[in-house]
Every structure is written in structure tokens, then in C-alpha cells.
């Protein structure tokens, strides 16, 4: 394997819905050292496991999804 090459335009990939739920996930796990102690009373740490989980979910769709400008077929 050859050097490992960035995605095109990657100076714009906060654009990309992955990329965005990636730091939505980051987020969550930092909101999770910090609040849920404060938290423990009202909300689980099952809910934070679900809510993780369910988010590494819609990130695997965001994946599938095309983005960026159509490609042009080839007459």
C-alpha cells in the first residue's frame, strides 16, 4: 500500500454529513465525562449508550450517501 492521499477537497469535509455526525459523536462522549455525573439522578448511562449507538448507526447511512456534484455520464 502506497502513502495514504486525503479525499479530495478535504479542506471542506465539514461539509460531509459523517463528518458531522463524527463530531456530534466526540461531543456526546465529552458531555458524557462532564454532565452525567451531574446527570446521574435523571438520565442512565444506558440512555447515553443508546444515544451513542443509535448516532454510530446514522453515521454508517450518512456514509452511503452520495454527496458533492453529480458525476457525468459518458455518452
Known sequence: MKGVKPICDWRCCYRLYSVQITILIAFLGLAQLELLPMWQAQLSPRAY???NSGLAVVLFFAR????????ETLP
Open 64 to 71: 452511503l450517501i452520495k454527496q458533492g456534484p453529480p458525476e
Open 49 to 51: 449508550a443508546v444515544l
